[in-house]
């Protein structure tokens, strides 16, 4: 299909043009990436639908209102809204993002492969976990970096665009939480080895 | 060589929106048509 090869600049100036199906080609490209992006702050697959659609609906407002200027940069800017709106939701509930273990979601899920039942397993997975609950402890700006970066693979330049601050402060933020990662497992005499 | 533990699955590739989330949103921007006035812009949507 010719929509694979197109790149999203020209989409989104297709789209603007009046062109419905390049929304649909945009969408369909990255619903994964961006979905996933907020379902990994939410890890709730309703609310994270909530939030992607709302995301979406200022993106449309936007490029329909002829107020989108970032040409070749769609994905870290659509990115950047649907953080701002995770954002505005832990505003509005009041609470950090935190993975509890319910009916349906089970912590395990995402930490180990059930299959593995060696011991070498089960104690890097027992690892993951402390490490994981440590990773709770930091300072919010600091953990938002060190997820993005460890967790979701992302580079300290797309970081940046997402969070809004300069590269620096995202390299800051990281070197500061590995030293307070450090300090926690001093202060507690953690030992994380296998 | 210092270990890894951080392991890539908080971001799954397999996670995607509903289809009735996409579709409304396909349908909203069919429906959407934004007129600027001046310096103001109004947002009509169609039935």
Known sequence: MADLHTPDALLVKNYVEGN???LATLIRRHESKIYGFIYSKIADRDISNDIF?????????TLKGNSYNE???FLPWVMRISHNLIVDHFRKTKKMPMYRETEEFSIFSIMSDDSLTIEGKMIVDQVELDLKKLVEELPEDQKEVLVMRMYQD???KEISEITGVSINTALG????ALMNLRKIIDKHQIILTN | MAKIYSKKALASKDLKPNKEVVSFILN?????TVVKVQE???EIIAN
């Open chain 1, 20 to 22: 419905e199906a390049a």
């Open chain 1, 53 to 61: 659609q709302d995301t979406f609906i200022k993106v449309i407002k």
């Open chain 1, 71 to 73: 040409e070749g940069k």
């Open chain 1, 154 to 156: 992302m580079s300290f």
């Open chain 1, 173 to 176: 933020r990281m070197r500061y």
């Open chain 2, 28 to 32: 909203y921007s069919q429906a959407l």
């Open chain 2, 40 to 42: 103001k812009s109004f």
